[in-house]
């Protein structure tokens, strides 16, 4: 079976600050991983995606991704963070085989303070 | 543009009634998923389809009835059968073959029991 942990409910970070938000998966196979936001009584946007390639990921709004097979982590970073940054984060995970559906993280609450 | 389109944005239940949350998009996509959030809980798979015709149970349909007479759309009610239906629903969509490239998700409908 397949699992996303994310294993921080809330992160707080002052504005201009660097933040990560963790994220660790478990499959068989190789992976194909996901990062999306979600800001409040709206609907999930895409942010950035791993599926092969470069380990560094970059994608929307300055943010990006490290793939670690080793630590099996995908962690999203930026270098200095944005109050409008504050958001609810998921990672999420396809196993690249069987149905297309993807398995979710619980979510990530981040604060970006000012 | 391509997009999803759930609507409507709230949605207001009285006690024993059925309601339906409407999920309309013009990707293409085969796939389509209905998910619930609740707060602090993350996403709810409720039900997905893979093709016109057919759909699959996901981990909380009990209370829940779609259809899929349509590639483009994939309605959700809310039956009486559903105990605590308050919540904010998200549609998403994808291909289910050949590349993938994660899930596009509509902007929700926050349903409330009055």
């Known amino acids: 079976a397949q699992s996303v942990a994310q294993p921080e409910d809330q992160v707080n970070v002052a504005e201009g600050n660097p933040l990560t938000v963790k994220c660790t998966y478990s499959?068989?196979?190789?992976?194909?991983l996901f990062w999306y936001v979600q800001y409040p009584n709206r609907g999930l946007q895409f942010l950035l995606k791993?599926?092969?390639?470069?380990?560094l990921v970059k994608g929307s709004y300055g943010f990006e991704a490290e793939f670690n097979k080793s630590q099996t982590s995908f962690h999203l970073k930026k270098p200095s963070a944005l109050v409008s940054d504050s958001a609810l984060y998921f990672c999420?995970?396809?196993?690249?085989?069987?149905?297309?559906?993807?398995?979710f993280g619980k979510g990530t609450k981040l604060s970006v303070i000012p | 543009d391509g997009g999803i389109t759930q609507s409507p944005k709230y949605l207001f239940r009285k006690e024993g009634q059925n309601v339906t949350l409407s999920c309309e998009q013009n990707?293409?996509?085969?796939?389509m998923y209905w998910y619930r959030q609740d707060p602090g809980q993350g996403l709810r798979l409720i039900y997905y389809?893979?093709?016109?015709?057919?759909?699959q149970k996901g981990d909380i349909a009990e209370g829940y009835s779609v259809s899929r007479e349509k590639k483009e759309s994939f309605p959700l009610t809310v039956t009486s059968a559903q105990k605590n239906p308050t919540a904010f629903y998200l549609c998403?969509?994808?291909?289910?073959?050949?590349?993938?490239?994660?899930?596009?998700f509509g902007s929700g409908t926050r349903l409330t029991v009055v």
């Open positions: 499959v068989s196979g190789n992976p194909y």
């Open positions: 999420a995970l396809y196993s690249g085989a069987g149905s297309y559906q993807l398995t």
């Open positions: 998403a969509s994808s291909t289910s073959n050949g590349s993938f490239y994660g899930y596009t």
């Open positions: 990707l293409n996509h085969d796939a």
């Open positions: 791993y599926i092969t390639g470069d380990n």
């Open positions: 389809s893979q093709i016109v015709n057919d759909f």
